[in-house]
């Protein structure tokens, strides 16, 4: 299927509890494929699979630094320190950015495609960006979190999330 739909705020799909991928089979790793081609056509910086209309623990993150794209199965964030507050954006949520405090250091327990354990220590925008991925997995959109929300449709968009 390639580059897929991502779908916008309000729907519904976007306020589930993604479901837990038990099954690590080449469906997944086609899933994990077509999120990160979905994701670099839109110049985002993540992607989360109920971005597409697939209510499953599954993301994808690439914040264009040495971290390369990160793909990750049922993530867990179990450890964060520190604070930042910055600038967010959504695919989902194409006209709005917001400041959203956050973490600054975490450290993100999944799996890979292959259902074998990862971890991933994150800080700084790399961290803003898996908090974001992590929380739509719970049906939270980073409006629900931001301190101020501002309307960015008349500027050049990107690092949407
Ligand atoms: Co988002």
Redesign the pocket.
């Known amino acids: 299927m390639g580059i897929r739909l991502i779908v916008k705020e309000p729907d519904p799909v976007l306020r589930e509890i993604a479901a837990e991928v038990t099954k690590f089979n080449p469906n997944l790793k086609k899933l994990l494929k077509d999120m990160a081609a979905t994701m670099y056509d839109a110049e ?1 910086v ?3 699979a109920p ?1 597409i209309g697939i209510s499953k623990r599954v993301i994808v993150v690439d914040v264009g630094d040495e971290n390369g794209l990160v793909e990750m199965v049922n993530p867990v964030i179990v450890e964060q320190e520190g604070e930042q507050l910055g600038p ?6 194409p006209n709005l950015n917001g400041e959203v405090r956050r973490a600054d250091r975490i450290v993100v327990k999944g799996q890979n495609s292959d259902g074998e354990p990862i971890t991933v220590n994150a800080s700084g925008y790399f961290a803003r960006a898996f908090q ?2 992590v ?2 997995l719970n049906g939270i ?2 409006t629900d979190l931001a301190e101020s929300i501002y309307d960015i449709s008349d500027r050049p968009k990107k690092g ?2």
């Open positions: 985002g993540g992607l989360a971005q967010e954006g959504c695919l989902s949520i974001h991925e929380d739509h959109l980073f949407g999330e």
